[in-house]
């Protein structure tokens, strides 16, 4: 059967692609953001993993206003890189695992949770940046990928805890999925992250700190986190952190830290990241 070995948690600020597509990693600005992720690079190819759930949000790139699915499911044979209004981004087009993602909707549709079954769409930032975070530059990607977007830029986007269930759910549907196949489940967007009005830029390091100390040890806690927290504490954005819990319902309830990291500033907001392992 497949299994979950690992989930990645990453921040998916879209200047983080256009620093790299545009050579200037190594500038006094983001060379610490990249240095972070140094560890990551060589751990995943270490992990080798067959396939990423990748938890992300759309940013209206594939959908508009005239639809927005609360949580869609990728079932296409391949994902392009969306253009977000410079054109796409010069990064491998994402080839996707239509029959494992039909499986996922099928389990986890009958476990009670409406996924909406995309079968086109391109794809932003939200997923192309963790991609390169987590792999530099290849001329394809190493790892098939099953997108799972959810909506945090509508009001009203899921409660925590929908969503650490959620992860619960894709982690019974990988488990029933007859190939021995390694699957991480990946967690982006986040964290202090507030991009428009009077409080533009706003960051709290010491409550995203404090958050992750719960995501790792506590997550039952911070799943009954509401909505209104994270706007207060962290900025209107900061609620693309419930995808997080996604990646953490898919995992043990205890799991082994494997990296962590935290940097100010990315753009205007904070970068948070981190790699659990699960132990059993
Ligand atoms: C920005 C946009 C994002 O979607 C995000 O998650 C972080 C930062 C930005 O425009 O800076
Ligand atoms: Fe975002």
């Known amino acids: 059967?497949?299994?979950?070995?690992?989930?990645?948690?990453?921040?998916?600020?879209?200047?983080?692609?256009?620093?790299?597509?545009?050579?200037r990693a190594t500038e006094p600005y983001w060379k610490p953001l990249f240095a972070g992720y140094e560890f990551s690079k060589q751990w995943i190819a270490r992990q080798k993993p067959d396939?990423?759930?990748?938890i992300y949000n759309d940013h209206a790139s594939a959908f508009s206003l005239d639809i927005v699915p609360t949580f869609a499911i990728g079932c296409a044979d391949s994902f392009q890189p969306a253009d977000e209004g410079w054109g796409?981004?010069?990064?491998?087009?994402?080839?996707?695992?239509?029959?494992f993602a039909a499986h996922i909707a099928q389990s986890v549709i009958q476990q009670d949770f409406d996924l909406t079954i995309i079968n086109r769409m391109d794809v932003d930032h939200g997923l192309t940046v963790p991609m390169?975070?987590?792999?530099?530059?290849?001329?394809?990607?190493?790892?098939?990928?099953?997108?799972?977007?959810?909506?945090?830029?509508?009001?009203?986007?899921?409660?925590?805890?929908?969503?650490?269930?959620?992860?619960?759910?894709?982690?019974?549907a990988v488990?029933?999925?007859?190939?021995?196949?390694?699957?991480?489940?990946?967690?982006?967007?986040?964290?202090?992250?507030?991009?428009?009005?009077?409080?533009?830029?706003?960051?709290?390091?010491?409550?995203?700190?404090?958050?992750?100390?719960?995501?790792i040890e506590d997550p039952e806690e911070i799943a009954r986190i509401p909505h209104i927290e994270y706007l207060r504490e962290a900025g209107s954005e900061a609620v693309e952190l419930v995808m997080w819990l996604i990646m953490r319902g898919a995992l043990d309830a205890r799991v082994r830290t494997a990296h962590r990291f935290?940097?100010?500033?990315?753009?205007?907001t904070a970068l948070g990241h981190v790699i659990l392992e699960n132990t059993t």
């Open 1 to 23: 059967m497949a299994r979950v070995t690992a989930g990645v948690a990453t921040s998916h600020v879209p200047a983080i692609g256009a620093a790299l597509d545009n050579g």
């Open 88 to 99: 796409p981004r010069p990064v491998p087009v994402v080839q996707g695992y239509p029959e």
């Open 175 to 215: 488990g029933t999925f007859d190939a021995d196949l390694n699957v991480q489940v990946w967690g982006t967007g986040g964290m202090s992250h507030q991009l428009h009005g009077p409080r533009a830029g706003f960051i709290n390091k010491e409550w995203d700190n404090r958050w992750l100390d719960r995501l």
């Open 132 to 172: 390169s975070l987590m792999f530099g530059q290849p001329d394809r990607w190493p790892v098939r990928v099953i997108p799972l977007a959810v909506n945090v830029v509508l009001f009203p986007p899921p409660s925590g805890r929908r969503c650490f269930e959620l992860g619960k759910a894709i982690r019974r």
């Open 51 to 54: 396939l990423v759930v990748l």
């Open 262 to 268: 935290y940097h100010v500033p990315a753009s205007n």
